[in-house]
Nanobody
Framework: VQLQASGGGLVQAGDSLRLSCAVS????????MAWFRQRPGKEREFVSG????????FYADSVKGRFTISKDKAQKMVYLQMDSLNPEDTAVYYC?????????????????????WGQGTQVTVSS
């Protein structure tokens, strides 16, 4: 499984960006995907997650109401629509894939829950 994240860039506060993550290789129907980010000088943190099957989505409190995760199973793509961006959103954004696990609802925000990672895409928000 390989992941390719794209869509990052330099924007101004209040602008929007849409990140994309293309999955190549096997997709596990009962698995899940997520977006994480690593802000300058900080550890990587969970941003949003979704299962391939079903409609459940999850967001970090810091992005709730501004970011929207979506998926296209047929195209094996996952997206992160980011609106009302602010300088605190400046980070490298990573997409990740987890294998099917019964502990998903407990562990979906844990970095160690995800097995495959993309290379990251830089998002920079200027004030």
């Amino acid at each position: 499984v390989q992941l390719q994240a794209s869509g990052g860039g330099l924007v101004q506060a209040g602008d929007s960006l849409r990140l994309s993550c293309a999955v190549s290789g096997r997709v596990f129907p009962e698995g899940s995907m997520a977006w994480f980010r690593q802000r300058p000088g900080k550890e990587r943190e969970f941003v949003s997650g979704v299962k391939w099957t079903g409609d459940d989505t999850f967001y970090a409190d810091s992005v709730k109401g501004r970011f929207t995760i979506s998926k296209d199973k047929a195209q094996k793509m996952v997206y992160l629509q980011m609106d009302s961006l602010n300088p605190e959103d400046t980070a490298v954004y990573y997409c990740a894939v987890a294998l099917p696990k019964t502990t998903y609802y407990r562990d979906y925000a844990r970095e160690g829950f995800y097995k495959y990672w993309g290379q990251g895409t830089q998002v920079t928000v200027s004030s």
